[in-house]
């Protein structure tokens, strides 16, 4: 016997749900740039970065969103817990990705709550490509979403950690990755001094220290931003679920890193 | 030619209700009570497939009957607050519009199908003091007619509602500690399963609303816990 508020789906995917009853309410930006929007004039997220460590996996992202060259915000949250235990750190056209981000979240808790039971990590890596896919129409015309997932898996008792590529290709990486425009800095930085086993102050300098770099080389990365009080956003993510890093710790080990680096002035400007 | 009988619509409504009430009547009992930081949901219920479960944020589900019925209403409350919450904000998904929806739904099925649904549902909401009007909780009954009343301190459902209602009636009080609360429920629970064996916590599915925890107030009791709750 039918009983229904409306709506004919019967599954347990949030996704699914409005694209079978509510199709307006599922977001669709493959339009925007047939109807004349410059995907380059729409802020982008910069640098997110994941890695593992000794309790499980550190993930980290640096606050600045720009719009060409200009910048659209200074202080934009691009690391999203998911559930108790995963994260999304997005880069790319912002408003797509904090919208799959937001998707993402729901998502997931609207499976725990229809099965009884969540999803298990890889269900949920999977669950995420398979959104990046739906998104491929909007990529192909510059809306360009590629998130970096990372979560604990209670099951393996361990931190685990998944790149994206537009097609929604899911490629699980075994220490670290990172993406965004200032990606490829962030990752030369880590390969230095990623150490799998590391502790949690170590695993947070190696984050501090691989987004400062990357906001060295590149322009678009936000890095630490002392002036203001704008700090890069750290997760820890572990068997006890995720905490976020407070403020004053990055600030005091940004500042010790600065510390190695910081050379006198020269006399009137010149170097010899 | 044959002429159909002529059965009068009160005559029907009154077969049908009859009908319901009697399935409802065979199964277990649902009490739900305010307790001092939240709101408790507890049910007589030995196996494994649950009978209450979290709708939103602030917003949780019990039900009574046939167990295929109730789920199906469950699961069309969690799409229900979901999609809402989406739409809207989180703020927004409240008790009072979903158990309104149930009654709509089930009092279309009452009306227009052969067979009445065989449940009665409760939606409990629990109040947040962080937002302002939205302080106090909410307790909703909806019954197999999709008739609707709301509840405040307590509410049970199922077969021995009457009697379980009179006795939380005497013993209820308002801002009972969370250990008293069980204990009351324990005891109404076991009441309603007089004259069979004893209501252990094995037995017990329990849920709780918490006030004052942050985000998903919907939390899970095991046994472990209600034992040491109970102190059994």
């Known amino acids: 016997m039918p009983i229904s508020f409306g709506g004919r789906y019967q599954g347990s995917s949030f996704t699914e749900l409005l694209a079978s009853d509510n199709t307006r309410l599922l977001p669709d930006w493959s339009q925007l740039c047939a109807s004349g929007v410059d995907a380059e004039r729409v802020p982008h997220g910069t640098t997110v970065l ?33 559930d108790d235990y995963s994260l999304v750190a997005i880069a790319g056209a912002a408003g797509p990705a904090l919208e799959m981000a937001r998707l993402m979240r729901i998502e997931l808790e609207h499976y725990e709550k229809i099965e009884g039971e969540p999803l298990e990590l890889d269900g949920k890596a999977n669950r995420l490509s398979q959104m990046i896919r739906a998104n491929l129409p909007a990529a192909m015309q510059g809306m360009v979403v590629v998130p970096l997932f990372a979560g604990y898996d209670r099951r393996r008792r361990q931190g685990r950690l998944w790149k994206f590529d537009v097609t929604g290709g899911r490629y699980e990486e075994t220490d670290y990755e990172a993406t965004g425009s200032g990606g490829l800095y962030a990752r030369e930085s880590m390969k230095k001094v990623h150490d799998p086993v590391a502790s949690r102050d170590a695993g947070l300098r190696c984050a501090v220290q691989a987004l400062s770099d990357a906001s060295d080389e590149d322009r678009a990365t936000g890095g630490v931003d002392l002036e203001r009080g704008i700090y890069p956003m750290v997760y820890f993510c572990t ?12 600030d005091r080990i940004y500042r010790e890193i600065l510390g190695t680096r910081r050379r006198p002035a020269s006399n009137g400007g010149v170097r010899r | 030619m044959t002429m159909p009988f002529y059965v009068s619509p009160e005559q029907v409504m009154q077969d049908k209700a009859e009908y319901a009430r009697k399935g409802i009547g065979r199964g277990k009992s649902s009490v739900t009570l305010e307790y001092d930081t939240g709101v408790l949901l507890m049910a007589e219920n030995p196996s494994s497939l649950s009978k209450i479960g979290e709708i939103y944020d602030r917003i ?45 739904a089930m009092g279309e099925v009452f009306t227009r199908e052969m067979k009445p649904l065989e449940v009665e549902v409760i939606v409990a909401e629990v109040g947040d003091d962080t937002l302002a009007g939205h302080e106090s909780n909410a307790i909703y009954r909806v019954q197999f007619d999709g008739s609707i009343s709301d509840h405040e301190g307590f509410c049970v459902i199922g077969g021995a509602a009457e009697e379980l209602g009179s006795l939380l009636r005497a013993e209820y009080r308002a801002g009972l500690p969370l250990r008293d609360a069980l204990r009351l429920g324990h005891r109404a629970l076991q009441r309603a399963a007089d004259r069979e064996p004893n209501v252990t916590p094995e037995n017990l599915e329990v849920c709780l609303l918490e006030r004052n925890r942050v985000g998903r107030k919907f939390r899970r009791l095991s046994t472990d816990t209600l034992l040491e709750l109970l102190g059994t």
Not at chain 1, 239 to 250: F, K, S, T, Y
Not at chain 2, 77 to 91: E, F, L, M, N, P
């Open chain 1, 239 to 250: 068997a006890a679920g995720i905490a976020r890093a407070p403020d004053p710790e990055i």
């Open chain 2, 60 to 104: 949780a589900f019990a039900g009574v009957g046939k167990f295929s019925e109730f789920d199906q209403l469950r699961k069309l409350g969690v799409r229900y607050a979901d999609t809402r919450g989406y739409a809207y904000s989180r703020d927004d998904v409240r008790a009072k519009a979903l158990a309104n929806a149930y009654s709509q």
């Open chain 1, 50 to 82: 994941a890695f593992k460590f000794s309790e499980g996996v550190i993930v980290a992202g640096d606050r600045l969103a720009t719009e060409g060259h200009r910048v659209a915000s200074r202080d934009i949250e691009k690391v999203l817990p998911t």
